[in-house]
């Protein structure tokens, strides 16, 4: 039965002003030119981009519905929340087009919409077994996906900028990773034997380049409506001809949760936390992961070679611009961390009062203690990323009180 129960709505509407003040006052820059003029090296200020005098706040409106109760004789407590956060006019790079003798560029507009949409949820039981046992456990879990509504700037729906860097474009799910579909790992019977003139090796498949046994082959999916070309690009980078790419993942964590939990028997106590993630896709991107770089004993146990020819990824130094982005080898970020555990024991006070102490109390904690996943072990499930190793530690503490 239920002891308490509560539902709540709730609409909210906020501004955001910062960024408007950033675009207003921007960041000049100025200098010494790097040439002289009548004998001396004169100063230069960068001229102030153009400012719209339409600018307007950006705003979010934000509604919820959620539920809170008890029940079980209070041992069991429940909450939820559903949120729905739309996000308009926000700042974009300027649609207009201006000649490229203005020297500048467009100014921002309000004209990107974003949508969230998310939850979360929460379970705590507690319990009183007997006067020496009793214990607390709670469960957490979230989830939000936020999409693009509309985004002016983008007019010719491109995937990817200058720097191959995934841009917004109307329609998109934030966290879309564009990649190709692999083929395989190339064997020397892919081969037409090699070119007497250079000595590069004569691939049979759709031309993607200069390859070697151990390099990867991509599947042909791009050409004229759809029909394979013969040739492995990615077009026009654009959602009408993306070329051979396709979205093969989303790098967005969803289901985030965590568990924790105390218990409480005599003198001994136990606290710990769980967490992790159910669904996630990365792209490891990174020279130390495919050797390019400094490279990790990992990944070269793993690699091909003229013996090894089942392995389960390429050849082993290959470059990171040499391995495009593709669905084989996006990794299931998904884990299970036990992320903190500590125990402790309190002596009984008719011992300590002895020697004067009113308490006396030793833990034993540990952190990140071990993980569940199918991350690879060189990279932290929290940070995907050469810079963060993995650590794990112990300590061991008193707590005294005199």
Do not use: C
Request: hydrophobic fraction near 35%; avoid cysteine; proline fraction near 4%.
């Amino acid at each position: 039965m239920a002891q308490r129960t509560k539902t709540a709505r709730k609409l909210g509407k906020t501004g955001q002003s910062a960024l408007i003040h950033l675009s207003i006052s921007g960041d000049n820059g100025y200098g010494k030119a790097p040439y002289l003029i009548n004998g001396q090296q004169i100063v230069y200020i960068n001229p102030p981009g153009l400012v719209s005098p339409y600018l307007t706040f950006e705003k979010a409106r934000t509604w919820n519905i959620g539920l809170d109760g008890t029940f079980l004789k209070n041992r069991l407590d429940v909450t939820f929340e559903y949120y729905n956060r739309k996000t308009t006019d926000i700042l974009t790079d300027g649609s207009a087009s201006f000649p490229t003798t203005l020297g500048t560029a467009a100014p921002l507009e309000n004209s990107g919409i974003l949508e969230t949409k998310g939850f979360e949820l929460s379970f705590l039981w507690k319990q009183t077994i007997n006067s020496d046992l009793r214990y607390r456990v709670g469960l957490n879990l979230s989830d939000y996906l936020t999409k693009v509504q509309h985004y002016a700037a983008n007019t010719t729906m491109m995937i990817t900028n200058s720097s191959n860097r995934e841009v917004m474009y109307d329609g998109k799910t934030i966290g879309e990773i564009w990649g190709y579909r692999t083929g395989g790992i190339l064997q020397e019977s892919d081969f037409a034997g090699r070119n007497e003139s250079n000595g590069n090796w004569i691939y049979n498949g759709a031309n993607q380049g200069n390859v070697f046994p151990g390099y990867i082959w991509y599947q042909d999916l791009g050409g004229p409506e759809g029909i394979p070309d013969g040739k492995i690009d990615a077009g026009l980078n654009t959602l009408a001809n993306p070329g051979d790419r396709v979205v093969i993942g989303n790098s967005t964590p969803r289901y985030r949760f965590g568990i924790t939990g105390n218990v409480q028997y005599k003198n001994f106590d136990l606290d710990f936390l769980f967490q992790g993630v159910l669904k996630r896709d990365i792209w490891a991107g990174l020279s130390s992961y495919w050797g390019g770089g400094a490279g990790s004993k990992w990944m070269y146990e793993r690699s091909w070679t003229p013996e090894r020819t089942d392995a389960e990824f390429p050849m082993y130094g290959l470059s990171v611009n040499s391995v495009n982005v593709q669905d084989r080898y996006l990794i299931n970020g998904a884990y299970l961390r036990l992320k903190q555990a500590v125990l402790g024991y309190t002596l009984p006070n008719q011992l300590t009062k002895r020697f004067g102490v009113e308490r006396l109390r030793f833990t034993l904690a540990g952190y990140n203690i071990f993980e569940v996943t199918k991350i690879p072990t060189i990279f932290d499930v929290d940070q995907i990323s050469a810079d963060y190793p993995q650590k794990r530690s112990i300590a061991f503490g008193a707590q005294i009180v005199f």
